[in-house]
């Protein structure tokens, strides 16, 4: 499920803030991604992903929570849904970054018990620092009134797990090296200050969240082929108002944070 479903009418700029200072980073050499749910990555970094990888970036994901209450099936068997849904991650995964996909990682937490708490931030910092990504993405955990609490608590871990990978006396039974990332993006950011020019990756990021077939019907209100189509039209929409103010035809934007 995600926090800013494109379809949803939402202000290119929130008010208040400046025009975004920043765009089009240079390809990083990896990059992570940090998603409460399968989906959330393709929903919020996709466009962007893709590209960098079309540019030899490596791209890995970490999904924190199993997706298991992602359905409006009250019947549904979360167990048999959560397995559904690593294996969507996967492909999505896969279609955004091609042989440039790097690892998919999943916490497994519960989908709608994530915490932020320092266990966990202790499991994510692990996984930045094995996989030593020069850029990290994740939810903006300080968007005002969102009410999802795992984009929240995502959004934090993917933050503060920056610091505690950053920092050698974090986790010092980690047994690893520390890794200090060149920056953060946060999308679904409550300022966003950078975009990301996705003009020519907006049909794999639509390919890599039709890869999420069990959230066509919540998700994507789209329960059938013209619903899908309307579906992907929004997206296009969505991107295209945000790239409006910085003459790109459509945009991923962010809030940039680059002195990790
Ligand atoms: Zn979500």
Excluded at 195 to 203: Q, S
Excluded at 246 to 255: H, I, L, P, S, W
Aim: one cysteine or more; hydrophobic letters at 40%.
């Amino acid at each position: 499920m995600a926090a800013n479903e494109p379809g949803q009418p939402a202000p290119v700029m929130p008010a208040g803030t400046a025009t975004p200072a920043t765009s089009d980073l240079d390809t990083p050499t990896s990059a992570l991604a940090i998603g409460a749910h399968p989906d959330d990555v393709e929903f919020g970094c996709g466009g962007l992903l893709a590209k960098w990888a079309a540019d030899g970036c490596i791209v890995h994901h970490l999904v924190c929570t199993d997706g298991s209450k992602g359905t409006w099936d009250p019947d549904a068997d979360g167990v048999a849904l959560a397995a559904r849904r690593q294996d969507e991650q996967r492909v999505a995964a896969r279609r955004l970054a091609g042989d440039r996909s790097g690892e998919v990682r999943f916490l497994g937490r519960v989908d709608g018990e994530l915490e932020s708490d320092l266990a966990t931030r202790g499991e994510v910092a692990r996984v930045i620092r094995e996989l030593r990504p020069q850029v990290v993405l994740g939810h903006d955990p300080w968007k005002r009134y969102r009410l999802h609490p795992d984009h929240r608590h995502a959004g934090l871990l993917a933050c503060d797990g920056i610091v505690a990978a950053r920092d050698p006396h974090f986790f010092k039974d980690h047994g690893i090296a520390h890794h200090r990332p060149d920056a953060l993006l946060l999308w679904e950011a409550d300022q966003p200050d950078h975009a990301e020019d996705v003009t020519a990756f907006v049909d794999v990021k639509l390919w890599a969240l039709a890869a999420h077939v069990s959230q066509f019907e919540s998700t994507m209100k789209a329960a059938d082929d013209d619903q899908l189509a309307a579906f992907g039209q929004r997206v296009r929409n969505r991107l295209g108002d945000l790239g409006r103010p910085f003459d790109m035809d459509a945009a991923e934007v962010f809030k940039l944070i680059a002195d990790l």
